[in-house]
C-alpha cells in the first residue's frame, strides 16, 4: 500500500506535471531522516505519520503537504526513538512502609523523565515494583500515561539467601519451572539473573529453561560464574559489558562465592580489591577477542551500561545536574552512592579507573566483531537519575573515538532487532511506528548532538519542545530541592 502511494504520486507528477497532495495526521517537512542501519543521512524528505505509523517517506518537493501537524523541518533530523536496555524502576526499601507510596510516585514520574529525553523504550531490568510496572504498562499502552514501551523482567532470580529486594530465590529445579510460569503469566520478557548467590550449574540451567521458554535472559554475573559459559548456555543478554572481566582473566574463582557471604564483595573492601586487581594484571586481549567472537557466534548481546561505573567518581557533577527532576527518594539514593565513593580509599578508586579502562578495551573491539551492542544506563534508584545520563552514556563512548553511527544504530536498531520488533520499530522507515526524536544538529557528526532535541514522537503522539520543557518544569517544579 504504501509502495502504491509513493507509486501514485510519482504516475501523478508524470502525467498532470502537478504536485499531488498528502495529508497525514502529523507531516515533518523537508527533514533530513537519518538511516541508521546504513549510518547514513537522507536529506530533505517529507515523513508523513497517520495514526502511530510512519505512512509515507518522500522527498522533499513531489506533494503538497496537508496537516493539522505540519511540522518544519528544515536544517532538523530524524532519527527512532531511543532505547534503554538495561534500567530500572525499582524502591529497595519498599518494607520500610514510609517509602512506599512516595518511592511509588517518584518511580511512575521517571517514566515521563525517559520520553522527555527521545528514550521511548526501555527495558526493566529487576526490582521490587512488579505489580505497579505491570499496571504502568497497561496504561502506557492504552495511551492514559506517558511513558516509553516497557519491557519487563519482573523480579530478579537469585539463588539461595537473595541479595537484592524483591528477588526470587531459586534452589532447585522444580523453582525454576514455577518461577518461569509465574513470571510468563505476567508476560514478562526475560528474566534477570543474578549470580551473587547462584551456583554456576544452577545459573546455566535457568538460562537454558529461559530458551526453552521463549524468553530472553540477562545475566548480571559477579566473578564466579563463567560468561562464556552463560554464553554457550544460550544466555540472550550480559547485564553489564564489565562481567566479561573474569572470562579474560582466565579465572572463575569460587572463594569470591565466600567473600560475598561474608560481605566483603565491595570495591571498599582491601581483599576484594586485591582480588580484582589481580584479576586485571592478568587480562589477555587475544582471549578478550576470542570471547567477544563467542558472543558474536551465539547471539549474546552485551549491554554498556558504561557510565554507571565511573559517573560515581569523575564524572560526579556532571550526574547531579540531572537529578533536578527526580524526586527526593531516588535523589538521596543516587547521592548516597557518590558519597559513599567520594569515601573510597585510592586503591578502590584506582580499580574503577581500571574497569573503566577496560570497558574502554571492550568498546574497541567490539566495532571490529559482530557481537551486538546495546545501550543500557542502569539508572534507576541508587544508581543515576534516568533522561540526560542515556546521553551521557553515549557521549562518554563517543568520546572513546567509537563512531557516532555505530553507537546510533546500537541504541536504535540494535535494541529493536534484539527485542524481535525490528519489523516495526528500530529504524524511520515506512510501515514503522512512530516512536521519533526530532534533533536540531546531526548525531553522525557528533553521538553528543542527541542531546539537542527538538520534539519527541511517542507512539505518533508529537511533542514539541515546549511541550518537553513544560514536562521537565512540572518534574522539577513538584521536586525542587530543599
Ligand atoms: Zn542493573
Redesign the pocket.
Known amino acids: 500500500m504504501k509502495t502504491n502511494l509513493v507509486l501514485t504520486i510519482a504516475v501523478q507528477l508524470a502525467i498532470f506535471g502537478c504536485r499531488p497532495k498528502v495529508s497525514g495526521d502529523l507531516i515533518f517537512s523537508n527533514v533530513n531522516v537519518i538511516d541508521v542501519i546504513e549510518g547514513v543521512t537522507i536529506e530533505n524528505q517529507d515523513v508523513v505519520i497517520d495514526g502511530n505509523q510512519i505512512n509515507t517517506i518522500i522527498p522533499h518537493g513531489q506533494a503538497k503537504l496537508y496537516s493539522d501537524q505540519l511540522i518544519e523541518g528544515d536544517g532538523k533530523f530524524l532519527i527512532p526513538g531511543l532505547w534503554d536496555m538495561?534500567?530500572?524502576l525499582r524502591a529497595r526499601k519498599l518494607e520500610k512502609e514510609q517509602y512506599k507510596d512516595e518511592l511509588a510516585e517518584e518511580n511512575k514520574d521517571l517514566l515521563s523523565l525517559h520520553v522527555v529525553n527521545g528514550i521511548t523504550s526501555v527495558h526493566e531490568?529487576?526490582g521490587d515494583l512488579t505489580d505497579l510496572l505491570l499496571e504502568w504498562r497497561g496504561s502506557i499502552r492504552s495511551g492514559e500515561l506517558l511513558g516509553p514501551n516497557l519491557y519487563l523482567t519482573g523480579p530478579k532470580i537469585e539463588g539461595k539467601d537473595p541479595i537484592f529486594a524483591g528477588s526470587y530465590s531459586v534452589e532447585t529445579e522444580s523453582d525454576i519451572d514455577s518461577i518461569i510460569s509465574l513470571l510468563m503469566g505476567w508476560k514478562v520478557d526475560g528474566i534477570?539473573i543474578m549470580d551473587g548467590s547462584f551456583e554456576p550449574e544452577a545459573l546455566f540451567e535457568v538460562i537454558k529453561a529461559c530458551k526453552q521458554a521463549g524468553l530472553k535472559s540477562y545475566a548480571?554475573l559477579f566473578i564466579a560464574t563463567s560468561p562464556l559459559e552463560a554464553s554457550n548456555s544460550h544466555l540472550s543478554g550480559l547485564?553489564?559489558m564489565i562481567n566479561l572481566v573474569p572470562a579474560a582473566a582466565l579465572q572463575y574463582d569460587l572463594s569470591l562465592r565466600e567473600m560475598r557471604a561474608k560481605q566483603i564483595n565491595n570495591p571498599g573492601h582491601p581483599a576484594y580489591t586485591t582480588y580484582l586487581n589481580s584479576l586485571y594484571d592478568r587480562i589477555n586481549d587475544g582471549i578478550l577477542r576470542e570471547i567477544i567472537q563467542t558472543y558474536a557466534d551465539n547471539e549474546t548481546a552485551l549491554i554498556s551500561?558504561y557510565n554507571?561505573v565511573r559517573s560515581q567518581s569523575t564524572t560526579r557533577a556532571k550526574h547531579i545536574q540531572t537529578l533536578k527532576y527526580v524526586g527526593p527518594g531516588i535523589r538521596k539514593s543516587v547521592l548516597d552512592r557518590f558519597e559513599r565513593t567520594k569515601r573510597m580509599p585510592s586503591v578502590a578508586l584506582h580499580l574503577i579507573e581500571r574497569n573503566f579502562d577496560f570497558n574502554n578495551k571492550v568498546l574497541q573491539l567490539l566495532p571490529e566483531s559482530n557481537a551486538k551492542l546495546l545501550i543500557?544506563t542502569?539508572s534507576?534508584f541508587g544508581?543515576l537519575a534516568p533522561g540526560l545520563s542515556y546521553h551521557y552514556e553515549l557521549d562518554a563512548m563517543g568520546s572513546q573515538g567509537v563512531r557516532p553511527s555505530y553507537l546510533l544504530k546500537a541504541a536504535t536498531y540494535n535494541a529493536a532487532e534484539f527485542m524481535g520488533k525490528h519489523d516495526l520499530e528500530g529504524s524511520v522507515t515506512i510501515g514503522k511506528i512512530a516512536d521519533l526524536v526530532l534533533l536540531n544538529k546531526n548525531p553522525l557528526q557528533s553521538i553528543r548532538n542527541t542531546q539537542a532535541i527538538n520534539g519527541v514522537v511517542r507512539n505518533g503522539k508529537f511533542l514539541d519542545r515546549n511541550m518537553l520543557d513544560q514536562i521537565l518544569q512540572s518534574l522539577a517544579n513538584k521536586y525542587e530541592a530543599n
Open positions: 538495561h534500567m530500572h531490568m529487576g534477570k548480571h547485564a553489564h551500561t554507571v543500557g542502569d534507576g544508581n
